[in-house]
C-alpha cells in the first residue's frame, strides 16, 4: 500500500568549524490518511530536524541532506529545489506546520484575519471576500469565539491558548493532508493543553488528515498518538503502536525516559530513575551503538558491534527496536548508576506546634497598581494575590500548583521579599519580614534562597561558575576565610555532583542539567534553611529532570531543607510534596497533605486540573473519564464577582457567582474553598 | 601545534583565552596591526616623519607621489606623508578621547537612570533628550565658543555632544538586564543595589556600547575636521586628518590625492578599530567566544 508520505533513509548533517554533525542518520518512517504518529526524544534527538528535513526548511548551508528520499503523495520532495515553485506548494499547501511559540509564528503587526487570509488567498488562489469566508469559517473550526468580530484583532489581544488556535487554524488553512505539529502545546497550561490536542484530534479525525506530533511528553503520546517513533541521538531507536511501546518496551532508551517520569498513579515511594550521562557527541559520529555509554543493559559485545538497525521485535506486529541484545523490562541491569529505593514517611502535621513553622504567611495580599491617562492615574489595582495563607513548617517540602497567571510565583517573590506585600503578614521563623527595607531584609536572606525555572538566565554569563557559589559566601560574609571559601566552593561541587574542576568554566560551558545543579550549589552555599524552587525542573529534559528532583530530595535528606516546591506540572509536585496547595486566581481554592488532594480532590478546578493531565499509560488512558475543562483562566483585571472559577465551573450556582467562597477546614486539614462542597 | 606542557595559573589561563579569541581571525590581526603602527608613529613622529610638518617647499607644490614624497606634496609643498604622520596625534588622540570620555560619562549615566529609576531617570534623560535634539555641530560650536580653543577643549566638546547615545542605549540595556533571573539571584544572594548594579548589571550592558563606540571614533575625527574649518578646532598649520581633507577638497578635481590619502587613513583607522571592537566584544562576552 502506498503511504500518504515515506521517509526512506535520511540524513541531515550540519556543517561545524570542528566537524560535521549528522543530526539525522538513516531515518526511515512513514504515515498514513487519519493517523496520529508521535516522535518522542529529548532536546537534540534529531526529531525537529527530522520534521523540516522533510519540507527543506532545513537552514543551508549549514544544514544539507545528503541522502534519502522523502516520497509525498507518491513523489520525491527532495527532487524539487529548496525554494521551487513545486515545493512551496506543498508546504504550506499540503503540509501544515504548527510551532511551539504562538507569540512568535504570528506577526505581531498583523491583524489575523490578514494573517489567515494570506495564505489562503495564495494557495487557494481566492480572491478577498472568499478568503475572509474561509478566514471565519477556520475559527470556527478551531472553536474561536465570535470569529467574525476576532478577524481585526491583533495576535497579542489574544490569549496564549487562542494563539495557538489561530496557529493551528492557519496550519489548516488549505486543508493540508498532513499536519506537523511541533511540540505545540509544550508552552502551554494542563488544561489549555488537553482543549488543544483535543481539538487536533478531532480535526484531525474529521477531515482524514495526518498528523505528527513531535514531543518529548510520553503522557501526551499515551493519549492521543497511535504509533510513537522514539528518537535518540539522530537516529530511531524504536517504533511501534503506542499500546505496544507501553506495555513492552524493547529499548533500554525508551525504558529509560519512562523510569524517568512521575505519574499520577506511582506510589509515593518510586524513586524516578534518570537517565545516566550526556548524549555523546555527534560531530564525526562513530559506526556505534550511540546509546551505549548511558545504557544500563550494555555490555562489552555492544562496544564491539556497528550501529544497529531497527529490527522486528519478534511475536510482535510492527515493533521494532534498534538494540544489540534482546531487553526486556524483566532483564537483569548490567550496572547500576544510582541507588534505586527511596523512603517516604508522612509526618503528624497535629502535633507540630508553631515553632516548627519555618514559613507563616497570614492574609497575604499583593497588588499591582495600574495607571492610565497623561497624569498616569491609578485606575485600578491588579489583584495577583489576594488573600493567601498557609504555613510552612521545617524540613517539609510544599508544593504550589496553578496554571499560569494564578499568583504562584508572586507568593513566591514575595515570600522572599522580591515584590513588596499591600496587605497581610510574612513570617520567618518567628519574626515578621513583611515591611522590612533593603537593609534590614540582608541578615535574613541568608537563612532563605531560590532555585530559578530558566538555569540559562539565572546564571550571569560572565561570571565562572567557582564565584558563582562563591558569591553569596563572600556578599554574607558568612566568617570564612578565602581558603576555606575555596574549600567550600569544591564541596558544593561535589555535593551536587559537579567536577570541581570546572570551576574556571563559564555558564555557557555546562548543559541545562549541570547549569541547574550550578544554581542549586549557590543557592546551598550560604547553609540556608528555606528554598523556594520557582519551576525549578520545568525547564529541564525529562531525563535531567529527574537527575534533578532526585538532587533536591538528597539534598533535603543531608541538610533538612524545606522547600516551597512552585509548578504546574501535577505530577511532578506530588512526586515531592509533602502538601500541596492548588491556587487559582490570586487565591487559594484546595489545600492538603499529596495523598488526599490527589485521591481525593474536592474543588472543582482541582478535580479539572487533574484530569486534564494526561497518564503515560495509553490502556487507562483510553479507559479513564474525563471532563476537560473548557474557557480561560479570566484576566485579574476582570475577576468574577463571586467565586473566580464559577465562569468555568460546571457545577456553578447563582450563589457562587455573586459570593465569593472562604477557605473551609475538612476533615485531616484538608481545606477547601467551595459553595457546593 | 606544539603541545602545552606548562600548567598555567587561573588568570594566565583566562588571559591566553581572552587573547586567543581576541586574535582568532585575521581581520583582527590586521586591524591591530594597523592601530600599533599608526600609534608607534604618531608617538615617535619626529623620528619617523621625513620631513617636518610644517615645512613649505613652494617650488615642490601639488606634487604626485615620487620617491622623495611618497604620498606627494599638498598645495603650500608640505610633505603629504609627514603631515599624515603628524596629524595621527591630532585625530587618533581626539577620536580616542573624546570616546573614552562619551563612553565613560553616558554609561555611568545611563547606569544610574536605569537603577535609580523614578526623579533620577527623569531628570538625567530629559537633559540627554534636550542635547540629542541639537545639532552635533551647532552642539560643538556652542560648548567650543564657552570652553575655548585648543586640543584638550575640542575632545572635551565632542565627548559631551556624543554623550547621549551612550547614556540612551545603557539605560535601554539596564532596564533589560535587570529584569533577568541573575541579577534577582545576585539579590537573594545579598549583594546590595551597588553591587549588583557594578557586577552583574553593567558589564552585561558593555556590548552594544563598544559597537557604539567602535562607530563613533570616525565620527569625531571627521567631526573635529568639521569644527577646525569652521574655525573652531585645532589651529592652522597644525596637522589633523580631518582639517587635511577639508582643505584638500578644492583641489579634488585635478589632484584628488591631497584629499583622498588621509580620506584614506581616516577610513583605515575607523576600519581597524571597528574590527576590533567587535573582537573586543566577542572576546569578552564569553557566550560568543569562539564562535568564529
Request: glycine share 8%; charged share 20%; with cysteine.
Amino acid at each position: 500500500m502506498e503511504h500518504l508520505i515515506e521517509v526512506r533513509n535520511l540524513h541531515t548533517e550540519f556543517k561545524q568549524s570542528k566537524g560535521i554533525l549528522k543530526a539525522v542518520n538513516g531515518v526511515s518512517y512513514y504515515l498514513d490518511p487519519g493517523e496520529i504518529v508521535a516522535f518522542v526524544g529529548e532536546s537534540g534527538s534529531g526529531k525537529s530536524v527530522t520534521q523540516y528535513s522533510g519540507v527543506q526548511l532545513i537552514a543551508s548551508p549549514p544544514g544539507k541532506i545528503t541522502e534519502g528520499e522523502i516520497l509525498f503523495e507518491g513523489k520525491n520532495l527532495l527532487s524539487y529545489g529548496q525554494n521551487s515553485e513545486e515545493l512551496r506548494k506543498v508546504r504550506g499547501g499540503k503540509i501544515g506546520i504548527v510551532f511551539q511559540e504562538p507569540m512568535s509564528t504570528l506577526n505581531p503587526v498583523m491583524t489575523i484575519g490578514n494573517q489567515l487570509t494570506e495564505s489562503v488567498m495564495l494557495h487557494l488562489k481566492m480572491d478577498k471576500k472568499q478568503a475572509m469566508e474561509r478566514a471565519v469559517e477556520l475559527l470556527k473550526k478551531v472553536r474561536i469565539p465570535d470569529p467574525e468580530s476576532r478577524l481585526k484583532a491583533y495576535p497579542h489581544q489574544f490569549s496564549g491558548g487562542m494563539r495557538q488556535r489561530i496557529v493551528i487554524a492557519m496550519a489548516l488553512s488549505c486543508n493540508p493532508k498532513l499536519l506537523i505539529a511541533d511540540e505545540a502545546t509544550t508552552a502551554l497550561d494542563v488544561t489549555t493543553q488537553a482543549q488543544i490536542l483535543d481539538l487536533m484530534q478531532d480535526i484531525v479525525k474529521e477531515s482524514n488528515t495526518a498528523m505528527v506530533m513531535v514531543t518529548h511528553n510520553l503522557s501526551i503520546v499515551a493519549r492521543y498518538a497511535q504509533r510513537v517513533y522514539v528518537m535518540y541521538a539522530g537516529e530511531i531507536v524504536e517504533h511501534g503502536t503506542t499500546e505496544e511501546i507501553f506495555k513492552n518496551p524493547r529499548h533500554p532508551y525508551t525504558m529509560g525516559l519512562m523510569n524517568a517520569v512521575p505519574g499520577l498513579n506511582d506510589p509515593k515511594e518510586r524513586k524516578l530513575i534518570p537517565i545516566h550521562g550526556f548524549v555523546t557527541n555527534l560531530v564525526d559520529r562513530k559506526d556505534e551503538c550511540t546509546f551505549r555509554n548511558r545504557c544500563p543493559y550494555a555490555t562489552a559485545e555492544c562496544a564491539e558491534r556497528a550501529t544497529p538497525g531497527l529490527v522486528k521485535v519478534p511475536g510482535e506486529d510492527g515493533h521494532f527496536a534498534a538494540c544489540h541484545r534482546t531487553i526486556t523490562r524483566d532483564t537483569k541491569v548490567e550496572k547500576h548508576f544510582d541507588t534505586m529505593e527511596r523512603s517516604y514517611t508522612a509526618r503528624d502535621y497535629s502535633k507540630l506546634t508553631d515553632a516548627d513553622k519555618i514559613l507563616d504567611v497570614q492574609d497575604l495580599k499583593v497588588y499591582f497598581p495600574v495607571y492610565k491617562g497623561l497624569i498616569r492615574k491609578k485606575v485600578a489595582d491588579v489583584k495577583a494575590v489576594d488573600g493567601v495563607s498557609f504555613e510552612v513548617y521545617k524540613g517539609e517540602t510544599f508544593g504550589l500548583v496553578g496554571e499560569s497567571g494564578c499568583g504562584k510565583s508572586t507568593v513566591a517573590r514575595t515570600v522572599l521579599r522580591l515584590n513588596d506585600a499591600t496587605g497581610g503578614r510574612i513570617i520567618f521563623n518567628g519574626d515578621d519580614i513583611t515591611g522590612l527595607d533593603d537593609a534590614k531584609m540582608r541578615p535574613y536572606r541568608r537563612n532563605m534562597s531560590m532555585i530559578f525555572q530558566d538555569p540559562y538566565g539565572s546564571l550571569d554569563p560572565r561570571q565562572r561558575a567557582g564565584d558563582i557559589v562563591m558569591e553569596p559566601m563572600k556578599n554574607f560574609d558568612i566568617g570564612l576565610s578565602q581558603e576555606q571559601m575555596d574549600k567550600r566552593v569544591d564541596e558544593l561541587f561535589e555535593l551536587v555532583g559537579l567536577d570541581p574542576a570546572y570551576r574556571e568554566r563559564v555558564p555557557h560551558e555546562f548543559s541545562g542539567g549541570q547549569r541547574q545543579r550550578l544554581v542549586i550549589a549557590r543557592a546551598i552555599s550560604t547553609n540556608p534553611s528555606f528554598i523556594v524552587c520557582d519551576e525549578a525542573i520545568s525547564a529541564l529534559d525529562v531525563s535531567i529532570q529527574a537527575q534533578v528532583i532526585n538532587l533536591l530530595e538528597e539534598l533535603q535528606q543531608k541538610l533538612g531543607l524545606t522547600y516551597l516546591f512552585i509548578a504546574h506540572d501535577l505530577s511532578v509536585v506530588r512526586h515531592i510534596s509533602d502538601r500541596v496547595a492548588v491556587m487559582y486566581l490570586g487565591q487559594m481554592v484546595e489545600f492538603a497533605d499529596w495523598n488526599s488532594l490527589y485521591s481525593n480532590p474536592l474543588h472543582p478546578y482541582t478535580k479539572s486540573l487533574l484530569e486534564a493531565v494526561p497518564v503515560p499509560d495509553p490502556v487507562l488512558e483510553k479507559t479513564r473519564e474525563r471532563q476537560i475543562v473548557q474557557g480561560e483562566v479570566p484576566s485579574p483585571m476582570q475577576r468574577p464577582p463571586g467565586c473566580a472559577f464559577s465562569t468555568r465551573c460546571p457545577h456553578a450556582t447563582e450563589k457562587c457567582r455573586t459570593e465569593m467562597p472562604v477557605l473551609r477546614e475538612g476533615a485531616d486539614g484538608h481545606k477547601v474553598a467551595c459553595h457546593m462542597i | 601545534m606544539k603541545k602545552e606542557n606548562k600548567i598555567l595559573t587561573p588568570a594566565a589561563e583566562r588571559r591566553k583565552q581572552f587573547l586567543d579569541a581576541f586574535f582568532a581571525t585575521v581581520p583582527v590581526r590586521v586591524g591591530f596591526s594597523i592601530i600599533a603602527v599608526m600609534v608607534f608613529c604618531a608617538v615617535l613622529a619626529p623620528v619617523v616623519a621625513p620631513y617636518g610638518p610644517n615645512d613649505q617647499d613652494l617650488s615642490n607644490m601639488l606634487q604626485k607621489m615620487s620617491f622623495a614624497h611618497p604620498f606627494g606634496t599638498d598645495p603650500l609643498g608640505r610633505d603629504l606623508l609627514s603631515r599624515i604622520i603628524y596629524g595621527a596625534r591630532a585625530s587618533l588622540s581626539v577620536g580616542l578621547v573624546s570616546t573614552i570620555i562619551a563612553g565613560s560619562i553616558g554609561i555611568t549615566l545611563g547606569l544610574l537612570a536605569g537603577n535609580m529609576g523614578k526623579w533620577v531617570d527623569a531628570v538625567i534623560m530629559r537633559i540627554m533628550d534636550a542635547m540629542m535634539s541639537i545639532p552635533v555641530v551647532i552642539l560643538a560650536l556652542f560648548l567650543g565658543s564657552i570652553l575655548g580653543k585648543g586640543l584638550g577643549n575640542i575632545m572635551l566638546c565632542i565627548g559631551i555632544v556624543m554623550m547621549p547615545g551612550y547614556a540612551r542605549m545603557t539605560r535601554g540595556q539596564v532596564l533589560t538586564v535587570k529584569q533577568l533571573d541573575y541579577v534577582t539571584a545576585g539579590k537573594i544572594g545579598g549583594a546590595t543595589q551597588i553591587k549588583n548594579a557594578l557586577k552583574h548589571i553593567l558589564p552585561n550592558c558593555i556590548a552594544p556600547n563598544l559597537v557604539l563606540a567602535t562607530m563613533n571614533l570616525g565620527t569625531a575625527i571627521l567631526t573635529e575636521a568639521g569644527l577646525s574649518y569652521l574655525g573652531m578646532g585645532i589651529n592652522p598649520p597644525t596637522a589633523s586628518w580631518g582639517a587635511m581633507v577639508s582643505d584638500g577638497y578644492r583641489y579634488l578635481s585635478d589632484y584628488p590625492h591631497v584629499a583622498i590619502i588621509p580620506g584614506i587613513f581616516v577610513i583605515l583607522t575607523v576600519w581597524a578599530f571597528n574590527v576590533c571592537g567587535d573582537a573586543l566584544r566577542d572576546a569578552t562576552d564569553p557566550r560568543l567566544r569562539g564562535t568564529r
